[in-house]
C-alpha cells in the first residue's frame, strides 16, 4: 500500500519507535486477527495500539449493540485519527497501555472478554512486559481471549506463563509479517 495512510505510518514511525509499522495491516492480518476473536458474545473488547483504527473499524460490525470498545492508542497523529470514527460502543482513548489501570478506573471498567494488541512488547523492557501481560490476564473474565500479533517472538514464550493455551500463527502476507497469538484464560 502507498500513499497518505503509509506515509502517516512512517511519520509516526520514525517520530515514535512504539509505533511498529510502516504501513497499515494487511486484510489477511486483518482476517487472522478477527478469526482469533469471539466478538459475538464479546460485551467488552479493549484494543492495546490501534494505530488509526485499520483493525478497529472491522472489530465493530462483529460486535453486539450492547458492546463497549475501548481503542487505546499513544500516537497522537494516530489517535486523532481514531477519534474521528464514529460509533456509540467505542471509546478511543488517547493513552499510553502501560497506564491501563488508570485509564481502565477513569472509564469505568473492570474487565474484559477480548483484549486485542499490536503494540510491539519487544521494545518493552522485560518487566514492563511482565507488569501488562498480569494486568491483561487480571483484567480478564474467565474464559476471556487475548490476542496479538507481533513481528518477533518474544511474547510467545511468556503468554504460556500467564494464559490456560496459547495457539500461535504466522501471517505472511502483511507488511511486515507478524506472529498472531490467541491466548485463553
Avoid at 491483561?136 to 500479533?149: E, N, Q
Wanted: aromatic share 8%.
Amino acid at each position: 500500500m502507498s500513499g497518505p495512510k503509509s506515509a502517516l505510518y512512517l511519520r509516526a514511525l520514525l517520530g515514535d519507535i512504539a509505533v511498529a509499522s510502516v504501513q497499515p495491516s494487511s486484510r489477511f492480518l486483518i482476517r487472522r486477527v478477527l478469526d482469533a476473536m469471539d466478538l459475538p458474545s464479546a460485551r467488552v473488547v479493549i484494543e492495546y495500539g490501534a494505530a488509526d483504527g485499520v483493525i478497529t473499524r472491522r472489530i465493530l460490525p462483529g460486535l453486539s449493540p450492547q458492546a463497549k470498545f475501548v481503542a487505546i492508542e499513544r500516537n497522537a497523529d494516530l489517535c486523532a485519527r481514531l477519534e474521528r470514527l464514529r460509533d456509540d460502543r467505542l471509546i478511543p482513548v488517547c493513552g499510553d497501555v502501560r497506564q491501563l489501570d488508570r485509564i481502565l478506573r477513569g472509564l469505568g471498567f473492570s474487565h474484559a472478554d477480548v483484549i486485542v494488541s499490536g503494540v510491539p512488547f519487544s521494545l518493552f523492557r522485560p518487566r514492563a512486559r511482565h507488569e501488562l501481560l498480569a494486568r491483561t490476564i487480571g483484567l480478564l473474565k474467565p474464559g476471556g481471549r487475548f490476542v496479538a500479533y507481533q513481528m518477533t517472538t518474544h511474547l510467545i514464550g511468556l503468554l504460556g506463563d500467564y494464559f490456560s493455551r496459547v495457539e500461535t500463527e504466522f501471517e505472511i502476507r502483511n507488511i511486515p509479517p507478524l506472529f498472531v497469538s490467541k491466548a485463553f484464560k
